[in-house]
């Protein structure tokens, strides 16, 4: 079963330092990866994706970087904000299926 | 406003009751999937539809059926067969299988 491997389940940052979190994947279908983010009793929300015919996309405060060779991807958090507190999940494309796999998660707690 | 609907938010279930959980788009989305969360273990695909009268299992089905009649809708049903059915449960859609998905708010169910 296609798996993709969130690290780590669990992150405390400070007010305006960097979080990152990485994802580890194994065969895929289809180039596309994407970051959900989702606040408690909400559905996720997409946040930022890559193609990974670059090895870097930044929105904002948030940076995709992509290494295909070794199949892993991080999302970095630069000057993290206590608003950014959320559960934050990778997701990669299924082998054989027009789907996406989603991490296990990584709770984000940014302390004032 | 377009988006993705789900209802009701909470549910409560008896054992050996089976309950139907409502997912409703207006994006013209072709593509439309149900997943289950637990803590800890990331979202779960159960079924997913590519088209009207078309739906595929998912990588947990057991227990669960679905039916496409129309785009806009793609209701789910938890059988008494689903062992464990307590759990938050995310409807998504897409453009095209394997674009960009967007989420509902979710329903918690709760079996009692």
């Known amino acids: 079963q296609q798996q993709v491997k969130q690290s780590p389940q669990s992150l405390i940052v400070q007010k305006g330092g960097i979080s990152i979190i990485n994802c580890a994947y194994e065969?895929?279908?289809?180039?596309?990866f994407p970051w959900y983010q989702q606040f408690p009793g909400k559905g996720p929300a997409l946040l930022i994706a890559i193609r990974p015919d670059v090895s870097e996309k930044k929105e904002g405060r948030f940076t995709i970087s992509f290494n295909k060779s070794a199949k892993q991807f991080s999302l970095h958090i630069m000057d993290s904000q206590p608003g950014d507190s959320a559960t934050y999940f990778c997701a990669a494309p299924q082998t054989g299926a027009n789907n996406l796999f989603f991490g296990t998660g990584t709770r984000l707690t940014v302390i004032p | 406003d377009g988006g993705i609907t789900q209802s009701p938010k909470y549910l409560f279930r008896k054992e050996g009751q089976n309950v139907t959980l409502s997912c409703e788009q207006n994006?013209?989305?072709?593509?439309m999937y149900w997943y289950r969360q637990d803590p800890g273990q990331g979202l779960r695909l159960i079924y997913y539809s590519q088209i009207v009268n078309d739906f595929q299992k998912g990588d947990i089905a057991e227990g669960y059926s679905v039916s496409r009649e129309k785009k806009e809708s793609f209701p789910l049903t938890v059988t008494s067969a689903q062992k464990n059915p307590t759990a938050f449960y995310l409807c998504?859609?897409?453009?095209?299988?394997?674009?960009?998905?967007?989420f509902g708010p979710g329903t918690r169910l709760t079996v009692l």
């Open positions: 998504a859609s897409s453009i095209s299988l394997g674009g960009e998905q967007f």
């Open positions: 065969n895929t279908a289809f180039d596309y």
């Open positions: 994006l013209n989305h072709d593509a």
